[in-house]
């Protein structure tokens, strides 16, 4: 029988497994140093969010920075209908969120990581980092599915290249006069929200941005929309009596308008169209990224040396899945979709060839 080793037991290497046991495929191995699906665990707040809505290919494919175009062929062969139906048939049933995630009706991520691994049966999980090709010489075909630097570093011994990983999906940190921004608090804008942190700033839009830019050298600037400019004259012509910067606070949090506004207490009668037209946006100058907030890493092997089955192309008893490719997406499941339609396309080629 033909040997499989999965090096990695993150969710693309486990779902990898799931999908060669549902094709007859049961001489596999699996090697992970850490606790498998471990990285499951926090998706979705520890709900685990694990995709999102999705009818059409190229419009869920936009959702991703890195790997947009390469992953139409991997849709089409394994997309979010197949993903929920996959998850059905070994007792994960799930629910679709007012804002398109789906997610398990047990709101757990540790009971799908337990439902997971159970539907691996006899299939054991060996506590082994595995770190050079040599270890792996008595398999036929090797899926590197861990996304660390020791996947890395496995694939480069198989002769492929790795696009520089990088921080995306995370918090971003300011320049020196970040401390002036009132921590804890939200700022709400036409684009999104913005919390602001102990050294910078993070939340759901600061990351899109933060993998949008994953690439790009710092210091850079970011400019955002703050206050509608039609809204604010109104106002500040209706309360001629009031303080701009009471006005002001209607729109964005009091804390934060003390600490923008030069004219706080001025009258609105004395306000000009300048000091208006200076509230329309708000710009940030990133010095780096926060790694605490770090979520997924832009970067991984060169997608052109993948196939479309995500075989090597340099080797081809070598496969890959999930993170360890240069690709990554946005917030919202896109990142485990990723790992599972990449993981069945592995384990399909695999069957067809076994």
């Known amino acids: 029988m033909k040997k499989i080793a999965i090096v990695g037991a993150g969710p693309s290497g486990v779902y990898c497994a799931l999908c060669l046991l549902s094709f007859g495929i049961k001489n596999i191995e699996i090697f992970e140093k850490n606790s498998p699906l471990s990285t499951l665990l926090p998706t979705g707040g520890g709900r685990c969010n694990l995709t999102h809505r999705g009818d059409d290919i190229k419009e869920f494919a936009k959702n991703y920075p890195r790997g947009e175009k390469f992953l139409y062929s991997i849709f089409s062969k394994h997309f979010v209908g197949d993903t929920l139906e996959f998850f059905s048939k070994i007792g994960i049933e799930t629910y679709i969120h007012e804002d398109e995630r789906y997610f398990p009706k047990s709101n757990s991520s540790s009971d799908m990581r337990k439902k997971m691994l159970n539907a691996l049966c006899d299939i054991k999980i060996k506590k082994q980092n595995i770190t050079s090709k040599d270890e792996l010489k008595e398999y036929d ?7 660390s630097k020791g996947g890395y570093k496995l694939a480069c011994d198989f002769g492929h290249s790795i696009v520089e990983p990088k921080p995306a999906l995370c918090g971003l940190k300011l320049s020196n006069n970040s401390s002036k921004y009132p921590q804890g608090v939200v700022l709400k804008t036409k684009d999104g929200d913005v919390l602001f942190t102990k050294d910078g700033i993070s939340g759901p839009l600061i990351y899109k941005i933060s993998s949008l830019r994953a690439r790009e050298p710092f210091p850079y600037k970011i400019t955002l929309s703050l206050i509608d400019e039609d809204k ?8 001629p009596k009031k303080s701009f910067g009471n006005v002001v606070s209607g729109f964005i949090p009091k804390s934060l308008a003390h600490v923008i506004l030069k004219n706080y207490d001025k ?9 208006i037209e200076e509230l329309k946006i708000i710009t940030f100058e990133v010095v780096s990224t926060d790694n605490k907030g770090e979520i997924v890493t832009s970067g991984g092997v060169n997608l052109k040396e993948i196939d479309k089955d995500c075989r090597s192309k340099l080797e081809p008893r070598v496969f890959f899945c999930g993170e360890v490719m240069d690709i990554d997406g ?17 384990a399909k080629k695999i069957s067809e060839i076994i």
Do not use: H, P
Request: aromatic letters at 12%.
């Open 267 to 275: 009258q609105c009668a004395n306000v000009s169209k300048k000091e």
């Open 141 to 147: 075909f090797i899926v590197i599915s861990t996304g």
């Open 232 to 239: 604010l004259t109104r106002e500040v012509k209706n309360n």
């Open 330 to 346: 946005f917030c919202g499941g896109y990142n485990l979709q990723n790992s599972w339609s990449s993981a069945y396309c592995a």
